[in-house]
């Protein structure tokens, strides 16, 4: 399939915007990589990358070009999954990008029952936020997403399914808010809070229901990771937020010692952490299979 090699040549340049990266990612001498450009372009009769300050960009007929090569190259990509499937052969990799809330234990134990069954079936996950990860969608990087309350505007997207998710206050073990059961949005600002960024989802829906409450955020710390929060929580006895899918069902109490405990719906109603793909696109049956067996389970992990 030479001609598809050339595709994912070019779609290597677009990525990286540098013919040299582009060839050491397809490990083949960069003049070698020009000569295959300039034979497309010649065959299309229009340039397809014109020069920059640094490296390449894709001209306009690049652009058009480029949405006809990613889909000719997953559509190969699901081909050969098929032939192997046809074969008997249960190989195949899943490309995934999730948020952080999603990473630590809900993906993990969806990937590891789907490969006591499928033992040969490789994985590739990206932590991203939601915007991210959808953009990584509609560019074919990945397979599926898992993003929790993903912007109106991704139209690119098509929901396998969505498991709503109530929004979770974390607290140190010893906190004087670590009770059980619903606790109300204002009683957790008057302590000081470590908050996630505002593109993450979390952060993004914390304030919607702040403002609608007419409580104001102040928070002591801001990261864009999750981990680090978490440390906040443990060392420094600050209130952070996350969905409750980031939480372990099975105990009240994580082993860190933080406690996790509901916001009231009053507050904060639940919302969708979603499980998608690319609206238009089949699949490759790995990709297919495991999409099958997480939206059946979801709500079960």
Excluded: W
């Amino acid at each position: 399939m030479k001609y598809q090699r050339i595709l994912s040549y070019f779609d290597a340049v677009a990525r990286t915007g540098s013919f040299r990266k582009a060839a050491e990612r397809a490990n083949i001498t960069g003049s070698a990589l020009v000569r295959r450009i300039q034979d497309l372009e010649q065959e299309l009769g229009a340039p397809l990358f014109e020069r920059r300050a640094r490296g390449v960009g894709l001209t306009t007929a690049g652009e058009m070009f480029l949405t006809y090569a990613r889909a000719q190259n997953a559509e190969a990509q699901r081909l050969a999954s098929q032939i192997e499937d046809m074969r008997g052969v249960r190989r195949g990799a899943v490309r995934i990008s999730c948020s952080q809330a999603a990473a630590p234990h809900l993906l993990p134990l969806a990937i590891a029952r789907f490969t006591e069954k499928h033992p040969k079936i490789s994985f590739h996950v990206e932590v991203l936020d939601r915007e991210a990860a959808v953009s990584a969608l509609a560019d074919y990087r990945v397979d599926l997403v898992l993003v929790y309350r993903p912007a109106p505007a991704a139209g690119v997207l098509h929901v396998l399914k969505r498991l709503p998710q109530k929004l979770v206050a974390l607290l140190p073990e010893r906190h004087a808010l670590s009770g059980k059961g619903p606790m109300r949005l204002r009683d957790c600002v008057r302590y000081p809070m470590a908050l996630p960024e505002r593109p993450l989802g979390a952060r993004v829906l914390l304030e919607e229901f702040a403002g609608r409450a007419g409580i104001r955020i102040a928070p002591a710390v801001e990261s864009n990771s999750f981990e680090m929060l978490r440390g906040c929580v443990r060392h420094t006895g600050l209130i952070s937020f996350q969905i409750e899918a980031g939480v372990v069902k099975t105990r009240a109490k994580a082993t860190d010692g933080i406690v996790a405990r509901p916001i009231d719906e009053r507050d904060a109603p639940p919302a969708d952490l979603i499980l998608g793909q690319l609206r238009g696109r089949n699949l490759p049956v790995a990709a297919a299979s495991f999409a099958e067996m997480f939206a059946e389970q979801l709500g079960t992990f």
